[in-house]
């Protein structure tokens, strides 16, 4: 398998429609991520082992950028032509993929963090694989229903 390399990401459409939100690609074709989105405060430790991507909108979420983590199974051709941009981690690193928005490998896990009072818009982060598919949010902590949660805590162990 060849090196993969950091892909700058590209503007692309976004449409929340019921059961999830949809995102359209340079390229015409769209993929759907299954929803409503879980909302967890400021930071997110995902399930180990997953594929995790990265969405960050406007505030009107209509449209937004996409980054994969890590992924080292899609072209960087491919990537371009899509949007998708991309960012490659060693162990222990740390990336910011958006002003406002890290990302950082913890083992086999991804960390993402938002500063939400910099970030104009809504963070988003899809982990899945073969198995399963899981949808957050990143909020602020007075997000109503959520303040003072722990994120570790509701998202590490398995979820199916």
Do not use: W
Request: proline residues 5%; negative net charge; without cysteine.
């Amino acid at each position: 398998m060849s090196t993969r390399s950091n892909v700058a990401p590209s503007t692309l459409g976004v449409d929340f429609v019921e059961g999830g939100l949809v995102v359209q690609y340079l390229d015409g074709r769209e993929t759907f991520y299954h929803g409503p989105p879980k909302p967890v405060t400021e930071s997110l430790r995902t399930p180990p082992g997953k594929h995790v991507h990265v969405l960050v909108t406007d505030p009107d979420g209509v449209e937004g950028v996409m980054t994969y983590v890590n992924d080292r199974d899609t072209h960087d051709g491919i990537l371009e032509t899509t949007g998708v941009g991309r960012v490659m981690l060693e162990a222990d690193d740390e990336e910011e993929l958006f002003p406002g928005v890290t990302v950082t490998t913890e083992a086999y896990s991804i960390r993402v963090e938002a500063d939400l009072e910099v970030v104009d818009g809504r963070v988003f982060v899809f982990a899945e694989d073969e198995m399963s598919e899981h949808a957050y949010e990143l909020v602020d902590r007075d997000y109503e229903g959520t303040a003072g949660r722990d994120a570790d805590d509701s998202t590490t162990g398995s979820e199916a």
